[in-house]
């Protein structure tokens, strides 16, 4: 793994407890971001934490959310308060021996860091068509394109990739030795986002990019 | 509706933005938190906001969650500092005409206020087995259960539902009536959690609760 490939950890994102499960290769918080479809905005504002679910998209270097230019997070987050961006994979639920442990196998990411309002009428559209097309590979060739106005009525920001970790659990239950011989049931039950038949606005066939969606790795 | 069902609007609370998704009544908010598996711990220290994601389980009116008793996030939460905790549910991925009225389908519940820290030993055994069941049900009767040892080492706190409000998209793509004649397909993908086959510790058929586990409304 080439050295600047690596996002170098500070206090924030140091994995405090089971260090093992932390991970600080871009690619592997590249393969999280690229993954999931949701994450969570935390910000505070006089003291009150708040954290909104979004979509987002990452490019390059940046991890990019947008929202109408009236959204309460996204006018704060273009302040420049300090923020923190988590995306978390579900994985499988872990099915211990004892019910103490009983866990989860996920993967997640947190990133650290303050937003840049993006501004630049270019980045702005290419974030947007990054975004349609990190939530359904295909659709951004397949859609009526952003135009300016439409840039204009949205606010972009977006986070550099510069503190940031990932966390993850995999493998099945770890089981106290004295418990190993109970009779229950343990393993892993593996869960994942499954699309279920498209359900078209007007009678018309789905293209083969929406029969085909997946988020299996 | 009964009016002690209703959690009352908040400065907090309010669904600010396409206030025709706030939902404020207890039968949304609890079948929201009662479907998902994870909550986002949103939470902040000398101005720096986390967001950290962990299971949880709803008794009546509070949520809780637990942790190892040197958990960061955990810790933080029981000295009672303000925080937020978000449960959010993907239904579905709305592909409009536009790539600028893209959107998803999802119910969430945001929830504000301070834990409680639990020290009572029967409210932390039964949050624990609570948690257990909420994950898989049918689980509490089938696993070793909470030893008092067990329960020293974990650290519970609990949020009351008094200041909470879910938030809800659903139904298909809201295009411009310009937009409506453009040959691009329009429709919304489903999206659900489903378990895949469980994966034993040890060779030993699956129970019934976990074969048919679900998540599915």
Redesign the interface.
Known sequence: MPEDSVAPSTA?TKV??LADRGRYDRETIDSILDEG??C?????VD???????T?YARVDDHLYVHG?A???ALKTLASGV?????V?L?D??V??????H?S?N?R?V?L?GRAERVDDPKEQYDS??A??EH??PG??S??????PQ?LRK?LIVRFALDECSAKMRTG??LDDAE?MA?S???????????????????E????DY?NR?TRAR
Chains 1, 2 share one sequence.
């Open positions: 924030r405090r407890r479809l949701v969570h905005l935390g910000f505070a003291g009150q934490p708040w954290v909104m679910p979509t109408a009236a959204n309460f300090e923020a923190c961006v988590t978390t579900l499988g639920l099915l211990a021996r004892s019910a103490f009983h989860m996920y997640s947190m650290f947007m068509i975004i349609v939530l359904v659709r951004s397949d859609t009526r394109l952003p135009t439409e949205t099945g239950p418990d109970l229950f049931w343990a393993g892993v039950l593996p869960l994942s986002i499954v699309p279920g038949a498209p359900v078209p606005d007007v018309q066939p789905a293209p929406v969606w």
